[in-house]
Antibody, heavy 127, light 107 residues
């Protein structure tokens, strides 16, 4: 079946980096993009960015673009999200989700909702 | 960035009754809107996309309407498994944004 499986929970100290993986199965990996989102306790989801496994194109949230990098490994159908210079307010559950896209006159745009989600990865930032 | 505003924050409904949730976008998003259901400890689940198209395996008691800036999600005859938090989300352009959520609780 179509699924996204994420790496396990992690605890980091302020200033450190975290790298989370998201392995896709059950569909052709390069035909859909992957969005990364996070959800702090008691809050709604916050979109962090998107990557195309087809060509590595990315779109990042402006408030994170200096600290975030998304990559893909098509040989293993895995997407990675690295967040650097962690702070206590980065403590959250991090999700990957499948995000379709369209290309109109060379511009990549999101298309349809986030239809498949990973199980979530809890990241705790604490000294 | 497009701001998504949901109302009410909490909706108290008896089982079997209808619930209507609202979502407003700060500018037109045409029909590029999705609704999600989230239960404690779980990832959000896609219910509706394209403002009114039910996702795979979503029961017919869930329906979405609207276009432009005003949208609604209606749940007819609430079942026990429908008590959860619901989020709207636009995908009209980058960045994607979500509403603050509506908690549907048992009255």
């Amino acid at each position: 079946q179509v699924q996204l499986v994420q790496s396990g929970a992690d605890v980091k100290k302020p200033g450190a980096s975290v790298r989370i993986s998201c392995k896709a199965s059950g569909y052709t990996f390069t035909t859909y993009g992957i969005s990364w989102l996070r959800q702090a306790p008691g809050q709604g989801p916050e979109w962090m960015g998107w990557i195309s496994p087809y060509n590595g194109n990315t779109h990042y949230a402006q408030n994170l673009q200096d600290r975030i990098t998304m990559t893909t490994d098509t040989s293993t159908s895995t997407t990675y999200m690295e967040l650097r210079s962690l702070r206590s307010d980065d403590t959250a559950v991090y999700y990957c989700a499948r995000q379709d896209f369209v290309t109109i006159f060379g511009v990549v745009k999101p298309h349809d909702g986030l239809d498949i989600w990973g199980q979530g990865t809890m990241v705790t930032v604490s000294s | 960035e497009i701001v998504m505003t949901q109302s009410p924050a909490t909706l108290s409904v008896s089982p079997g009754e209808r619930a209507t949730l609202s979502c407003r976008a700060s500018q037109s998003i045409i029909s590029n809107l999705a609704w999600y259901q989230q239960k404690p400890g779980q990832a959000p689940r896609l219910l509706i996309y394209g403002a009114s198209t039910r996702a795979t395996d979503i029961p017919a008691r869930f329906s979405g309407r609207g276009s432009g800036t005003e949208f609604t999600l209606t749940i007819t005859s609430l079942q026990s498994e429908d008590f959860a938090v619901y989020y709207c989300h636009h995908y009209n352009n980058w960045p994607l944004t979500f509403g603050g959520g509506t908690k549907v609780e048992i009255k």
